[in-house]
């Protein structure tokens, strides 16, 4: 199928066009009126961009608007009008045309018109895909997104370890996502038809942290009108997700260590010994070992909790993964609010790239809710502001399709082949893409 349909009755302009899109390697077609050019897309489905004259015999410009946006309403048509046809063509882009040319006009504007409709076609289509690909995936538990070099290294080791009995340390900022790793590491391993128990150490006050992870017997202190079952216990044959751990107070470290070692817990006001079968996987976001050597957290239980540590890397060392993780958030934004969010351009994809990302991926997802809610994003402070004024719009989309190459070529293990077909690109295409912004296949195959 074409890129492009071109409808004109006047044949010397449908051949002057014709010219001028072979010499700038625009596919298209042209038709010398609607109805065949119709027929066409009807045999060989929709283009990705239609222009058309305004004023045709037999069916109108409008007529064509009209049918091709009843189709797809993001396929971009570009409208040619004369003189007379201003007021129609304004009517029309209110009707969802994309934009409008007026006779006579420069090649030059054409070209760069049908050009920036064809980048926001490949971009919708691409938001499609992923939209595609990210619902068909909910169904598999939590997925770690992203296909940076770390973000693979992580899921491999998470591959070997996770059916294991292994006791897990996560290490990683603030909204780096440790819960999930977990959740998946929970999911991946032979426990996952067992509970997986999460408890914040920070959120749980000193007198009550041990009665919540172990539990009490009735009457054991006041209050206690009935026994109950401690969060360890609850996670019997599964997994206990101790967040934050640095913040457990030390007498609570020192029990923990005990049941750590012998896989043995006493609920408050009890003697009697209960066998526990859990995994403990616990997470930080400082360094456990300069907290044991200062003397904030116990050295032995950091030892012990060390068996296989996992480093969660913040976003701004995976920014090759902010795109894709925008859109599964704009995905899980879209059912929980109802709303569609509309196709995010290249623009504003360098806004989410050339931002730092403090709060890591949890910025990220509130940063995609906001985009299903306002319809557009907020800005992230004057250093992003200043960024996208001074970087052209041509710089902006060159980084974007340079992500997006190293993201195929990552997912295609370095293929020149397999990275055509899935970018739908010439070889000669993808080769000088590939040497404009400095990209060697070798550095994208696995050892």
Request: overall charge negative; some cysteine.
């Amino acid at each position: 199928m074409y890129d492009v349909i071109f409808i004109d009755d006047e044949s010397d302009i449908r051949l002057a066009i014709e010219q001028s899109f072979e010499l700038e390697e625009i596919p298209a077609r042209f038709f010398a009126s609607a109805e065949d050019a119709l027929l066409a897309i009807k045999t060989d489905g929709l283009p990705k961009v239609v222009i058309t004259d305004i004023c045709l015999p037999g069916l109108s410009g409008e007529n064509i608007l009209s049918s091709i946006l009843h189709q797809d309403a993001e396929i971009p048509v570009i409208l040619i009008t004369g003189h007379g046809d201003i007021s129609m063509a304004v009517n029309a882009l209110r009707n969802g045309a994309y934009d409008f040319i007026e006779k006579p006009f420069p090649i030059d504007r054409l070209i760069d018109t049908t050009r920036r409709a064809l980048d926001k076609r490949a971009l919708t289509l691409e938001n499609q895909e992923l939209k595609r690909s990210l619902k068909a995936s909910q169904a598999l538990g939590p997925r770690i997104i992203g296909e940076t070099p770390s973000i693979q290294a992580l899921r491999d080791t998470i591959i070997h370890i996770a059916d294991t009995n292994a006791d897990i340390l996560l290490f990683g900022e603030t909204g780096t996502g440790k819960e999930l790793f977990a959740r998946s590491i929970h999911e991946q391993s032979s426990r996952r038809d067992n509970n997986f128990v999460a408890i914040n150490c920070g959120a749980v006050p000193e007198n009550l942290i041990e009665s919540e992870l172990y539990g009490h017997e009735k009457g054991a202190f006041t209050g206690a009108d009935s026994a109950r079952v401690g969060k360890l216990e609850h996670a019997q044959g599964g997994t206990l997700f101790l967040d934050e751990i640095e913040s457990m107070p030390m007498q609570a470290q020192i029990r923990l260590l005990r049941v750590l070692q012998e896989r043995m817990i006493e609920r408050v006001g009890s003697n009697s010994l209960i066998p526990i079968d859990i995994r403990v996987i616990a997470a930080t976001k400082v360094d456990l070992k300069q907290a044991a050597s200062e003397g904030s957290f116990r050295e032995d239980l950091y030892y012990r909790l060390n068996i296989v540590t996992l480093e969660l890397p913040p976003l701004r060392q995976r920014k090759e993964d902010i795109a894709t993780l925008f859109h599964h958030f704009l995905l899980v934004a879209d059912s929980r609010y109802g709303k569609s969010a509309p196709a995010i351009e290249a623009q504003q994809i360098h806004q989410l790239m050339a931002h730092d990302w403090p709060g890591n991926v949890r910025e990220l997802r509130n940063a995609a809710e906001r985009f299903v809610l306002l319809g557009r994003l907020s800005q992230f402070g004057e250093s992003d502001n200043v960024s996208s004024k001074e970087t052209s719009l041509a710089q902006q989309v060159a980084e974007f399709e340079k992500s997006i190459i190293e993201q195929a070529l990552n997912q295609c293990d370095g293929s020149i082949k397999a990275t055509m077909e899935h970018l739908q690109l010439a070889r000669k295409t993808l080769y000088d893409k590939m040497q404009k912004y400095g990209l060697d296949k070798n550095n994208y195959k696995s050892e």
